[in-house]
């Protein structure tokens, strides 16, 4: 191994297959010409596919953040009524970026790692009206799995568009936007799309860009109508607004083709599988699970007791040269987090990963 060099077993960035690390060596070609352009149409395609809709999908260099701001930011830049439903350190930060496009942002908490009840979120929106709802799909702070559909069936058939952030979970969770209604949904390239990090992913529907269209966002980069303004300008050999990220691109070509290659729905439910397997097994050597039900599918949260959840974090990283994640926010030294995506969701990696729990026992010891 070089030096510095550990396997990663966190949410995210991930590891990735041999495949997507031999296109990233390949001999640069530039972002445009027609080459780029059918390549970078294939790869929205396929992209789409793991949003599962035929709306709009904008492929951005930057992270999961930039597609978040992008979104966000189109939708609700003004006076936009906002209404951000939390249960987490990703839900908490959805609302802070929402207020720095509105003042007119409220947050539904439901307390850290607590289930959403959807029953008060409609309530919520019976209330008053707001022009955009916000959710995680997968709050990563703790591996929670948010209802996402129940959630879409509250606005699919009123005014208000959904904005959800899947930087998380497409790709290992079940996102169906067109059949559920759900609007809007920004993710990135680095965790559930098994690729290297770099590229922010937004896709929406006609609805969502209905509310886009009356927003009047004063930047460049991330504005939706200057990247639709210079689509024409640019001419279909230059199909985005800036010069691409383009080994990224390609790299997650290559990832998006190995993951729909059996289907979308086998895929989705290899992660079902393997993160039951994973969790049964964990229980079985006695460990507590942090999320009972409604759990994440690309990441378990694990319960360390006696507050020595950093010292397995280091016994994972010195001893065996591999990462894992601590806690977030109010679960901060209580909790590790194993990420299970991408190339080392299967039993032979993750039964590495138990076996080391298992040693910890008495090395650590728990």
Not at 214 to 235: A, F, H, I, M
């Amino acid at each position: 191994m070089i030096k510095g060099e550990y396997q990663l077993f966190i949410p995210g960035p991930i590891e990735l297959s041999g495949e997507v690390l031999e296109e990233l060596a390949a001999p640069m070609m530039p972002h445009f010409g027609t080459e780029w352009a059918e390549l970078y149409k294939e790869t929205t395609a396929l992209a789409k596919q793991m949003f599962q809709t035929e709306g709009e999908l904008y492929i951005v260099p930057g992270s999961g953040s930039a597609a978040l701001d992008m979104g966000i930011g189109n939708l609700v830049y003004g006076n936009k009524s906002v209404l951000v439903v939390s249960n987490g350190f990703f839900g908490n930060r959805l609302f802070e970026m929402a207020q720095g496009f509105s003042p007119n942002v409220e947050l539904l908490d439901f307390g850290f790692a607590q289930a959403v009840d959807c029953q008060r979120v409609k309530a919520a929106l019976a209330k008053k009206h707001y022009d955009v709802l916000m959710a995680v799909q997968v709050e990563t702070s703790i591996g929670i799995l948010n209802p996402i559909e129940t959630l879409a069936s509250l606005t699919r058939d009123s005014g208000t568009v959904f904005f959800v952030d899947g930087v998380s979970s497409i790709g290992v969770e079940r996102m169906l936007m067109d059949r559920w209604g759900v609007d809007v949904c920004a993710s990135a390239s680095q965790k559930g799309l098994e690729s290297p990090p770099g590229l922010g992913l937004l896709a929406f529907n006609a609805k969502a860009w209905s509310l886009m269209e009356t927003t009047s966002r004063p930047d460049w980069y991330l504005n939706l109508k200057v990247w639709k303004r210079y689509e024409p300008y640019w001419g279909p050999t230059h199909p985005q607004l800036v010069t691409h990220a383009v080994p990224i691109v390609r790299a997650m070509t290559v990832a998006l083709k190995q993951m729909l290659k059996d289907g979308y729905e086998r895929h989705i439910d290899s992660y079902a599988t393997i993160t039951k397997y994973f969790r049964t097994e964990l229980e079985r050597q006695g460990f507590q699970l942090y999320i009972k039900d409604g759990y994440a599918h690309g990441l378990t949260a694990v319960t360390i007791p006696g507050g020595k959840a950093g010292e397995l974090v280091e016994y994972f990283k010195q001893q065996h040269r591999i990462l894992i994640g601590g806690g977030l926010g109010p679960s901060k030294g209580l909790v590790v987090r194993i990420g299970h995506m991408g190339s080392v969701a299967d039993r032979k990696h993750l039964d590495k990963i138990l076996s080391i729990f298992a040693e910890a026992k008495s090395s650590v010891p728990l």
